[in-house]
């Protein structure tokens, strides 16, 4: 019986410590979520690179061993990606890219990491990569000032303040990286120009 009790009141202790060591963890995990790792890449409204987690830097393009850029395990390496965090707090934003490539996906999420858009150039207009990302009365007013018939941009009512995008697009050959690059670096986020829709 003193055995019983004795395993028991370890099992307790262990538990309680266990239980203390996850209550004070629990901030610096809070802290390690995708807007934590992409507000350490940039700023609000930058564009940022993001590559696969490595454990050592290999080829020419590759980041230095430990780079914060490789604080993203689940990145597909047959991908180019980037991602910016954006406020509607202003107006709507504007996410927009230059060209065209084979293959590109975009996702918008909360600042908690929920998904409330997906889209690829599939379901674009004209294949082109133009989000307009905003309330649904500044979407409203976006569209009453819009005055081109043609144009590209989709409209993304979301019910959140604040938010992150990440777009990938596909290097299906390595003689494609170059394009796929200018691609990405022509990505802008930025609150839209009310005149401009």
Same mark, same amino acid.
């Not at 050959?173 to 990286?177: F, I, K, L, Q, V």
């Given at each position: 019986m003193l055995r019983l009790a004795l395993a028991v009141l370890m099992g307790l202790v262990g538990a309680a410590i266990v239980?203390?060591?996850?209550?004070? *963890?629990?901030?610096?995990?809070?802290e390690? @979520? #995708? =807007? /934590?790792?992409? !507000?350490?890449?940039?700023?609000?409204f930058e564009v940022v690179r993001i590559d696969a987690l490595r454990s050592r830097a290999n080829g020419p393009v590759a980041q230095a061993e430990g780079s914060a850029l490789h604080d993203f395990a689940f990145v597909d390496p047959a991908f180019v990606t980037v991602g910016c965090r954006f406020s509607v707090a202003e107006g709507p934003v504007r996410l927009t890219?230059? /060209? %065209?490539? @084979?293959? =590109?996906?975009?996702?918008?999420y909360s600042r908690r990491g929920d998904n409330v858009y997906s889209i690829n150039d599939r379901s674009a207009v004209a294949g082109q990569f133009d989000l307009l990302v905003g309330t649904p009365e500044q979407?409203? @007013? #976006? !569209? %009453?000032?819009? *005055?081109?018939?043609?144009?590209t941009v989709i409209p993304v009512e979301v019910d959140i303040d604040e938010g992150y995008l990440t777009l990938r697009a596909l290097v299906d050959?390595?003689?494609?990286?170059p394009s796929v690059?200018?691609?990405m670096r022509s990505v802008t986020c930025a609150t839209a120009d009310p005149a401009a829709g």
């Open positions: 239980h203390i060591a996850v209550i004070f *963890t629990m901030p610096q995990v809070a390690n @979520d #995708a =807007w /934590g790792r992409l !507000q350490r890449l940039g700023s609000m890219a230059d /060209g %065209a490539v @084979d293959f =590109w996906s975009a996702s918008v979407l409203v @007013d #976006a !569209q %009453a000032a819009s *005055t081109d018939p043609g144009e050959e390595e003689s494609e990286r690059d200018a691609f």
